[in-house]
């Protein structure tokens, strides 16, 4: 067990619709980053939190969206959803520092009909 | 900007044979190295990190991976294989930010 909690663990929606996807970090990290793995384009960072502030943006679609929260907890906010936005969502969490480790969730998988 | 660059999709070894499973990356920027495993149908798991000093740098299953610098690779070993290890080994690189770059990724298949 990571100590990162991903809620829901399975999801299947239609398409245009939106869905938000939760993450709890480990006690005490206080960045929080959102993967998403899909078979064409694999494990790709999607965007980091830190403290509740946006760290640091890679590949996000500007239909996707996050925040996190004072609590620490973040959500990944995803709309208009088309087909290929199936996936597995991932949330990462670490400490503050540059050599310490990234903690893996188990996982969203989304799932567009 | 940086990328990783895993040289092969798919290796199937045989079970107690060797394995080396190749990654090389690309950093302007010092960096830290990492090997995450998958477990079907679970997440990441890191495997081992390389951040500074040793650069050969071991896990507690029997993996090893050695930082190259001059080669720019990062390659993780094993000497004998189990049935267990059949995973997806993922080589990641990350700057100061920690924000990881992976590679595509290894599919390890163990043969009995």
């Known amino acids: 067990d990571s100590g990162v909690t991903q809620t829901p663990k399975h999801l299947i929606t239609a398409t245009g619709q939106r869905v938000t996807l939760r993450c709890s970090p480990r006690?005490?990290?206080?960045?929080v980053y959102w993967y998403q793995q899909s078979l064409d384009q694999g494990l790709q960072f999607l965007i980091q939190y830190y403290n509740g502030e946006e760290r640091a943006k890679g590949n996000i679609l500007e239909r996707f969206s996050a925040q996190q929260f004072p609590d620490l907890h973040s959500e990944l906010n995803l709309s208009s959803l088309e087909l290929g936005d199936s996936a597995l969502y991932f949330c990462?969490?670490?400490?503050?520092?540059?050599?310490?480790?990234?903690?893996f969730g188990q996982g969203t998988r989304l799932t567009v009909v | 900007a940086q990328s990783v660059t895993q040289l092969d999709s798919q290796v199937p070894v045989f079970e107690e044979a060797p394995v080396e499973l190749r990654c090389n990356y690309s950093s302007s920027v010092s960096v830290y190295l990492f090997w995450y495993v998958q477990y079907p149908n679970q997440g990441l798991q890191l495997l081992l990190k390389?951040?500074?000093?040793?650069?050969l740098v071991e896990s507690i299953n029997g993996f090893e991976a050695e930082f190259n610098k001059s080669q720019t690779s990062f390659h993780l070993r094993k000497p004998s294989v189990h049935i267990s290890d059949t995973a997806e080994y993922f080589c990641?690189?990350?700057?100061?930010?920690?924000?990881?770059?992976f590679g595509q990724g290894t599919r390890l298949t163990i043969n009995p």
């Open positions: 006690s005490g990290d206080l960045s």
């Open positions: 990641a690189v990350s700057d100061k930010d920690q924000k990881l770059v």
């Open positions: 990462a969490s670490s400490a503050q520092g540059g050599n310490t480790e990234a903690f």
């Open positions: 390389y951040l500074s000093g040793s650069t």
